[in-house]
């Protein structure tokens, strides 16, 4: 079983930074792939960065450029660190795993283990 915790939202202005952490417990000795997603008030939840146990990161087209997926295995931690903050970026941040790597698409069906949440609001 996996466990995680995210932690670092909160409010900022539009062009600043943020920097988010998620706590990773549990079974993280096979393959796998971690990843952040992201859910705003009304719509779906959709990925915005994922990265695999070898370092291959992947990034939504809508934070490419501006967001950064890190892992730090030997404090089992996963980073988002996102820079350029716009408005639309306002929503609730989960950190998700899965076992086995990541696929081509970053898709929330894939991932089976997320943590509660924290929350991100970008103000104009």
């Known amino acids: 079983d996996v466990q995680l915790v995210e932690s670092g939202g909160g409010s900022v202005q539009a062009g600043g930074s943020l920097r988010l952490s998620c706590a990773v417990s549990?079974?993280?000795?096979?393959?796998?792939?971690v990843g952040w997603f992201r859910q705003a008030p009304g719509k779906e939840r959709e990925g915005a960065a994922v990265?695999?146990?070898?370092?291959?990161?992947k990034y939504a087209d809508s934070v490419k450029g501006r967001f950064t997926i890190s892992a730090d295995s030997a404090r089992n931690t996963l980073y988002l660190q996102m820079n350029d903050l716009k408005p639309e970026d306002t929503a609730m941040y989960y950190c998700?795993?899965?076992?086995?790597?990541?696929?081509?698409?970053?898709?929330?069906?894939?991932?089976?283990?997320w943590g509660q949440g924290t929350q991100v609001t970008v103000s104009s």
């Open positions: 998700a795993a899965r076992f086995g790597g990541c696929r081509a698409d970053i898709s929330a069906a894939d991932f089976g283990y």
């Open positions: 549990g079974n993280t000795n096979n393959r796998y792939c």
């Open positions: 990265i695999d146990s070898d370092g291959l990161a």
